[in-house]
Structure formats: structure tokens, C-alpha cells
């Protein structure tokens, strides 16, 4: 009898482990994508401040939506973001100007960059990443 109940708590334990294992990896099956931000990221409370290297954009985002890995931020596309301070708005009126024209399968009408990272206008979801810096108008 005893070497059943050592048999069932290892099993039980290695059940544990799996399903543990399945959900750390949940978003590689799935096929999450993550894409580099050009900046820092300050955990407060459940979401992360993030601000981008070049000065020129802020945001907040919920912490499901980072991944800290040494030193490097990554946002998870498909994500929603608030932009808290976007000061490339009016700095690249063209590449605003040729956002606003693109009808893309993404669904947003205008783009913004921050932290080379491309963001849609209409919901603030991370579409992919991006070179530059240009917001909405």
C-alpha cells in the first residue's frame, strides 16, 4: 500500500507539472507573436508603464500584454494599449498621411509608432512592429 500512495502523489505531481508546463506555453501553441519595444517598462500594480527610448511616446499596458526576458521589453501582438503621451503626433505628417490612406486586413484606418512598435489609432491593439516614429492625427 505504500507503494501505491508514493505511485498516485508522483503521478499527481507530474500531472501538476504538465498542466503547469501547458499553460507557460499556452501562447507559443497558439501562435502569440511578441514584438520588441525600444524602451523601458515599470511594473505598477497589474499593468506597465512603458516609455520609448527615443522620447517621443508613452503607454500603459496590462501585464499579460509584457514579457520582460534580460533587459528586453516585448509587447504581445494583438494586445490593447493606452497611449499616455505620443509626442511624435504632428512630427511625420507624410507617414501619417500614407497610414491614413492603407485599408489594411488589420482593420485600423491610421497607425502609430512607438518604440518601434506599430499600434493601431481606433482601439490601440499592437498590430507588429515598426521603423520611426509618427502618430495619429
Known amino acids: 500500500m505504500d507503494f501505491a500512495k508514493k505511485l498516485l502523489v508522483s503521478a ?11 499553460a507557460a506555453r499556452a501562447d507559443q501553441k497558439q501562435g502569440t507573436k ?21 522620447g517621443k511616446g508613452e503607454l500603459d499596458a496590462p501585464a499579460d500584454a ?15 494599449v493606452k497611449i499616455t503621451r505620443n509626442d511624435a503626433a ?3 505628417k507624410a507617414a501619417n498621411k500614407k497610414s491614413k490612406n492603407i485599408t ?22 499592437i498590430i507588429g512592429g515598426c521603423l520611426g516614429a509618427f502618430g495619429c492625427s
Not at 514584438?35 to 527615443?54: P, Q, R, W
Not at 509584457?66 to 490593447?80: D, F, I, P, R, S
Not at 489594411?104 to 491593439?125: E, K
Open 12 to 22: 499527481a505531481m507530474l500531472t501538476l507539472i504538465c498542466l503547469f508546463h501547458s
Open 34 to 54: 511578441w514584438v520588441a519595444f525600444a524602451g523601458t517598462a515599470e511594473k505598477i500594480g497589474d499593468t506597465y508603464h512603458l516609455k520609448a527610448k527615443n
Open 66 to 80: 509584457v514579457m520582460v526576458e534580460k533587459g528586453q521589453v516585448k509587447l504581445k501582438t494583438g494586445a490593447t
Open 90 to 92: 504632428v512630427s511625420n
Open 104 to 125: 489594411a486586413a488589420d482593420g485600423c484606418r491610421q497607425r502609430q509608432c512607438i518604440g518601434l512598435v506599430l499600434i493601431c489609432c481606433d482601439d490601440g491593439r
